[in-house]
């Protein structure tokens, strides 16, 4: 078990760039979800997988955001056209189903300058 | 309706003493109910849960005191130490969804 794992730790982006971050999960999770977190507040529900159905989305997640998990393993958030407020920490969880404990990454911090 | 109210927004405890955060919530589909401790620049790990069939859980020096009528939870830490200096924050979830919905956090700071 080698927890969840978040690339790239950091990114920096000119506003109106696109950026795609990767979350590998716990192998034997097959459920995958992302948080935002911005500075003083509790992680935002973005979007959540099973295998590779995305069953449920945040309506913060607009049409700039996408998510896909292609073969139930890892996971990919593409965000285009970024914008200042995007400027967050974007985590990635992953757990099994059925059980309620979600094993979080150290995230992805995006600045948007 | 989707809300988890959680206090106090931050927390001075002395070594050994004891810290209690409170969290509220409405949804009562709501059927799992965590606390998550997170350090700076890390992900939230998770510290403890309950489900509403029990009030209270036990493990080491953390509790939680579940009130299922009165719709709130909290964390104790027992003897807290230098070491618990971080943010808690409790979610709940329930119900068909994979949503965890946290608080708003709790910044702890343990003075020695």
């Known amino acids: 078990d080698t927890g969840v794992s978040q690339d790239p730790r950091h990114k920096i982006t000119k506003r109106g760039q696109n950026v795609t971050f990767r979350c590998d999960p716990i192998s034997e999770h097959n459920r995958l979800y992302w948080y935002r977190q911005t500075l003083g507040q509790g992680p935002e529900f973005l979007t959540y997988?099973?295998?590779?159905?995305?069953?449920?989305k945040s309506r913060l997640l607009s049409d700039r955001f996408s998510a896909e998990r292609p073969k139930g393993s890892f996971s990919t958030l593409e965000i285009q056209r970024t914008e200042q407020g995007d400027s967050a920490m974007y985590l990635c969880?992953?757990?099994?189903?059925?059980?309620?404990?979600?094993?979080f990454g150290s995230g992805t911090r995006l600045t948007v300058v | 309706q989707q809300q988890v109210k959680q206090s106090p927004q931050s927390l001075i405890v002395q070594k050994g003493g004891i810290s209690i955060i409170n969290c509220a919530y409405e949804n009562t589909a709501f059927d799992y109910f965590p606390w998550y401790q997170q350090f700076p620049g890390k992900g939230p790990a998770l510290l403890i849960a309950i489900r509403p069939d029990v009030s209270e859980k036990k493990e080491g020096r953390f509790t939680i005191s579940f009130n299922k009528s009165a719709k709130q939870f909290s964390l104790h830490i027992m003897d807290s130490q230098p070491g618990d200096s971080a943010t808690y924050f409790c979610?709940?979830?329930?119900?068909?969804?994979?949503?965890?919905?946290f608080g708003q956090g709790t910044t702890l700071q343990v003075k020695p």
């Open positions: 969880a992953s757990s099994s189903q059925g059980q309620g404990k979600r094993t």
């Open positions: 997988f099973q295998n590779e159905a995305q069953l449920e």
């Open positions: 979610a709940a979830n329930g119900g068909n969804t994979g949503k965890l919905i």
